[in-house]
Antibody, heavy 124, light 108 residues
């Protein structure tokens, strides 16, 4: 059974750095084809992809946010960490982590399992 | 960056009717498109990938079609549990992976 769970602060101040942790089970990020991604959703708005890390430790970032984002993994702990620097009120959103599994009959970068999300509010 | 545009923004449909949702890509994404359903307070759920392949456990009333730049999600007979927001996502040309703005299917 695949599960993902996000954790981190519910409230951060402007200019602070946000650190979010995705703890997952039911798969390993050391297995070929496995990836974990972060996606966010401001209240009442659409989904926005942020970053992805794969089994080979390759990392990919949103074009507009790449200077502020860092994604990393701890395979032994089954965790993926996202840091976002210089937080602003416009970064207020629910942050999701989600899995991508490559392989089998069809290969594609779509999200088959999601965490429940964690709401992060940026306010002084 | 590939821009995904969904229409309409809101679709009012009666239970038992058919719903047709559209997604357009700013350039060809081949068949590398997924659809998700999101209910209030919940995470998105994968419905369709490869433009037309239903994900595990998804009822047959959900179907996807299209390729290139024009895609459609059809819900053949709307059930009460289908009222939600639906998003498309392309994964043909990335980074970035991009989502559409969503279509809300509401009860008429």
């Amino acid at each position: 059974q695949v599960t993902l769970r996000e954790s981190g602060p519910a409230l951060v101040k402007p200019t602070q750095t946000l650190t979010l942790t995705c703890t997952f089970s039911g798969f390993s990020l050391s297995t070929s084809g496995m990836c974990v991604s972060w996606i966010r959703q401001p209240p009442g708005k659409a989904l926005e992809w942020l970053a992805l890390i794969d089994w080979d430790d390759d990392k990919y970032y949103s074009t507009s946010l790449k200077t502020r984002l860092t994604i990393s993994k701890d395979t032994s702990k089954n965790q993926v960490v996202l840091t976002m620097t210089n937080m602003d009120p416009v970064d207020t959103a629910t942050y999701y982590c989600a899995r991508i599994r490559l392989g089998g009959d069809y290969v594609g970068y779509y999200f088959d399992y999601w965490g429940q999300g964690t709401l992060v509010t940026v306010s002084s | 960056e590939i821009v995904m545009t969904q229409s309409p923004a809101t679709l009012s449909v009666s239970p038992g009717e058919r719903a047709t949702l559209s997604c357009r890509a700013s350039q060809s994404v081949s068949s590398n498109l997924a659809w998700y359903q999101q209910k209030p307070g919940q995470a998105p759920r994968l419905l369709i990938y490869g433009a037309s392949i239903r994900a595990t456990g998804i009822p047959a009333r959900f179907s996807g079609s299209g390729s290139g730049t024009e895609f459609t999600l059809t819900i053949s007979i709307l059930q009460s549990e289908d009222f939600a927001v639906y998003y498309c996502q392309q994964y043909n040309n990335w980074p970035p992976l991009t989502f559409g703005g969503g279509t809300k299917v509401e009860i008429k």
